[in-house]
């Protein structure tokens, strides 16, 4: 690669990061102003990053294209990503509806993988979506893969992808099956949760107390 397309990669690089620096103010404003408006945070945490060119180099050459800048913005749409960890499913949806609703977010692809988990377990709700971006001399519209997930989901997922890791296309029937009966248990544990949250609720607003602690929403 000569000094001229490294520059052009660096210069697609940082128009990714300002991407995820959107995203990531979109979030903290809408869970802010909930705590501010209903004393209640929808968003346990936001996690970014942005896929590394060795990453990106990988994914072009796993999906048989040739290693272009051009083909990388076209057809890599997770270059900058985004984690987004919620308490409850319920949670996970509604911050999936605040971003479909904003203005400037053209959501381009969805896959739920909450309500149509992929057949090794894995739970999420993905989404691809196209945000503008403003510089000095033009308007860029940069692709983000935003992925919501209960506290239970990120914790299967993130030690499938360890395990994954180990053993790739090879791992042994007992250990995948093993990961799914636990996945189908963080299905489970995310149900019980839920429905715990409205229990709580429900017997608070029977005693009609204004708690100083945040509600359970
Ligand atoms: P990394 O290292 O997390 O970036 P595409 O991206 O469209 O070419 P695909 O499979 O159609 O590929 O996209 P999909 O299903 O939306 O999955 C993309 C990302 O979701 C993955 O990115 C993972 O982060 C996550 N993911 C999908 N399936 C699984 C799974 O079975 N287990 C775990 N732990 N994560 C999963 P990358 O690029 O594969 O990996």
Redesign the pocket.
Request: charged share 40%; glycine share 10%; aromatic share 14%.
């Given at each position: 690669m000569d000094k001229q397309q490294v520059m052009e990669w660096a210069k697609m690089l940082m128009s990714y990061k300002f991407a995820l620096d959107e995203v990531s103010t979109k979030l903290t404003i809408l869970n802010e102003e909930l705590q501010f408006i209903q004393n209640y945070n929808p968003i346990e945490h936001v996690k970014t990053r942005i896929?590394s060119p060795e990453?990106i180099v990988e994914?072009l050459q796993r999906?048989g294209l040739e290693v272009s800048k051009e083909n990388a913005t076209a057809y890599?749409?997770?270059i900058a990503?985004v984690r987004v960890i919620c308490s409850f499913t319920t949670d996970v949806y509604r911050v999936y509806e605040m971003i479909r609703s904003q203005g400037d977010v053209e959501v381009i692809e969805e896959?739920d993988?909450i309500r149509n988990p992929?057949p090794?377990g894995?739970q999420?709700l993905?989404l691809i979506i196209r945000i503008p971006i403003f510089l000095s001399q033009r308007t860029e519209h940069v692709t983000v893969?935003i992925?919501l997930r209960t506290i239970a989901m990120d914790f299967w997922?993130?030690l499938?992808?360890k395990i994954?890791y180990q053993f790739h296309d090879d791992m042994p029937l007992s250990i995948r099956e093993e990961l799914k009966a636990t996945a189908d248990m963080i299905g489970m544990l995310d149900q019980r949760m839920l429905r715990l949250k409205d229990e709580v609720n429900k017997f608070s607003s029977s005693i009609g107390e204004i708690s100083k602690e945040p509600a359970l929403q």
């Open positions: 896929k990453g994914k999906k890599i749409r997770d990503g896959k993988y992929k090794n894995y999420s993905h893969e992925q997922a993130s499938e992808h994954y």
